[in-house]
T-cell receptor, first 116, second 111 residues
Framework: DTAVSQTPKYLVTQMGNDKSIKCEQN?????MYWYKQDSKKFLKIMFS???????INETVPNRFSPKSPDKAHLNLHINSLELGDSAVYFC???????????????FGPGTRLTVL | KQEVTQIPAALSVPEGENLVLNCSFT??????LQWFRQDPGKGLTSLLL?????REQTSGRLNASLDKSSGRSTLYIAASQPGDSATYLC??????????FGTGTRLKVLA
């Protein structure tokens, strides 16, 4: 019954490694997002996809690459991990589009990434 | 550039009190504003969504108001309970087609 799910919940890895975080939503939504929440709990959008198409790409290092195989999935791949990448990453989805954002956003439980 | 500020940053109240959380934003050209709740180590749960054409929304003991012209929203929590303890975030969706989040208010309701 989970609406937006993410795996893994915790990820501990060494600097320089490559890792992926997966996100799936079973709500039938058209739009999905990745957010980063830093140590001060500030939440900032990274990417947004609508029907598998990249809509928002914030000022994020190109080591971060989102991939949407279908509109129910939005994965985040991170290359050459750095200490500053340590944060909690949240996936979210909504029915509304970016130009008609009328609907609630539903968030996943988050993935806590720790880079050593 | 849209900036969203929440005051206070932290609040501690005894059980049963009514309380108000504030959210202010600098660009009044918004589509909607959402209030979220975040429990420690958990994701965000949407509490209330106010469209730009609306003045307020209510759900149970929660009431959110929106004054676009002054760039303000308030979340009113009636008869607070220990279970209301969490961080409350407001997020504004505006002309940049993305949600801008505030820094949150950490609420603790004492039994």
């Amino acid at each position: 019954d989970t609406a937006v799910s993410q795996t893994p919940k915790y990820l501990v890895t060494q600097m320089g490694n490559d890792k992926s975080i997966k996100c799936e939503q079973n709500l039938g939504h058209d739009t999905m997002y990745w957010y980063k929440q830093d140590s001060k709990k500030f939440l900032k959008i990274m990417f947004s996809y609508n029907n598998k198409e990249l809509i928002i790409n914030e000022t994020v290092p190109n080591r971060f690459s989102p991939k949407s195989p279908d509109k129910a999935h939005l994965n985040l791949h991170i290359n050459s991990l750095e200490l500053g990448d340590s944060a909690v990453y949240f996936c979210a989805s909504s029915q509304g589009t970016l130009t008609r954002p009328t609907d609630t956003q539903y968030f996943g439980p988050g993935t806590r990434l720790t880079v050593l | 550039k849209q900036e969203v500020t929440q005051i206070p940053a932290a609040l501690s109240v005894p059980e049963g009190e009514n309380l108000v959380l504030n959210c202010s934003f600098t660009d009044s050209a918004i589509y909607n504003l959402q209030w979220f709740r975040q429990d420690p180590g958990k994701g965000l749960t949407s509490l209330l969504l106010i469209q730009s054409s609306q003045r307020e929304q209510t759900s149970g003991r929660l009431n959110a108001s929106l004054d676009k012209s002054s760039g303000r929203s308030t979340l009113y929590i009636a008869a607070s309970q220990p279970g209301d303890s969490a961080t409350y975030l407001c997020a504004v969706h505006g002309r940049t087609y993305k949600y801008i989040f505030g820094t949150g208010t950490r609420l603790k309701v004492l039994a």
